[in-house]
């Protein structure tokens, strides 16, 4: 039977993984120190950053299974569950990890800018593959926040280790955009799939049932967390995904207003909207003409 843990606490963590706590907020962990463990089911009231340095099973992270391999960053936020599958046997856990709690964030400038981190909302195909000298940077800051833990607690503590994971997150940031960048073989051809997604979208009866599209939805069509593919089509079409949705909306909108007679209201509910206005809206906002003048005009 699949074992199940819920750590709740920076202390149940590191007793899991044969550490001791020196901080109640905040660990980095060498796995190599814990003991042989098989699959289990993991559930998180803490920010996790994994380094994975061993194959370990299938990683499942929601429904999907992560993209990852020796060196690569997993990141987990809190209230997430994180599942090692077909992995019968017992294995040596080995790798580093940065855990803290939420409330280690309280008063500091990455409390305030956590949410901007996008990568805790990455969850299949998204893992972030290190090359040598990234990999080595990661582990400078971990030291560095490991050595801050071997300290006495002050009124600096909390400062300092803040500002370091916030450092840490910038440098995946940055490492992100470098594999938007390097992955383009694996990313390649993404917008071509969200083109023809939308075409077979506004040619079905998905309009009528479920109205139009989210990103959410074409997200989950193509197999990506939305997070991730929001940033994916910035980068490789240098507009986001829901004005991407949008700008297909109106080319349908003129296509079907241009070349037919149907009413306003009739376009409108073949496109999804609930009232023919909100289209009306929707369309001079975008286009500086009412469909109706739309029509007329050409």
Not at 125 to 130: D, F, G, I, R
Not at 139 to 144: A, G, H, M, N, V
Not at 192 to 208: C, G, H, I, R
Not at 209 to 231: E, R
């Amino acid at each position: 039977m699949e074992k199940e843990y819920h750590f709740q606490s920076i202390a149940e963590y590191n007793a899991f993984n044969n550490h001791e706590t020196n901080h109640p907020l905040v660990s980095v962990l060498d796995f190599s120190k814990a003991k042989e463990r098989t699959g289990s089911k993991m559930y998180f009231d803490l920010y996790c950053v994994f380094l994975k340095d061993v194959k370990c099973g299938d990683l499942k992270y929601g429904r999907q299974y992560y993209d990852y391999q020796e060196g690569t960053l997993v990141f987990i936020s809190p209230g997430q569950i994180l599942e090692v599958e077909n992995k019968i046997d017992y294995y040596q856990p080995v790798g580093h990890g940065l855990v803290f709690h939420p409330d280690m964030l309280l008063g500091t400038n990455l409390g305030k800018t956590i949410g901007e981190y996008g990568f805790f909302s990455y969850n299949t195909n998204e893992a972030l593959h290190l090359s040598v000298k990234e990999r080595q940077l990661v582990l400078d800051i971990f030291s560095k926040i490991n050595v801050e833990l071997q300290q006495s607690v002050d009124k600096h503590s909390r400062k300092v280790i803040a500002s370091s994971i916030e450092l840490l997150f910038n440098y995946c940031d940055r490492f992100y955009d470098r594999q938007f960048i390097t992955r383009e073989i694996v990313n390649k051809g993404v917008i071509d799939q969200f083109e023809a997604l939308l075409n077979s979208y506004f040619t079905s009866e998905k309009p009528y049932t479920i109205g139009f599209p989210s990103v959410a939805y074409c997200a989950d069509q193509l197999h990506f967390s939305t997070k991730y593919f929001g940033d994916l089509v910035k980068k490789e079409s240098g507009t986001t995904a829901q004005e991407y949705i949008q700008n297909k909306i109106i080319e349908v909108a003129k296509n079907k207003i241009y070349g037919s007679t149907k009413t306003v209201s009739e376009i409108a509910q073949e496109l999804g909207f609930k009232y023919s206005q909100h289209f009306s809206r929707f369309f001079k906002q975008r286009v500086g003409l009412t469909p109706n003048e739309f029509r007329t005009l050409n």
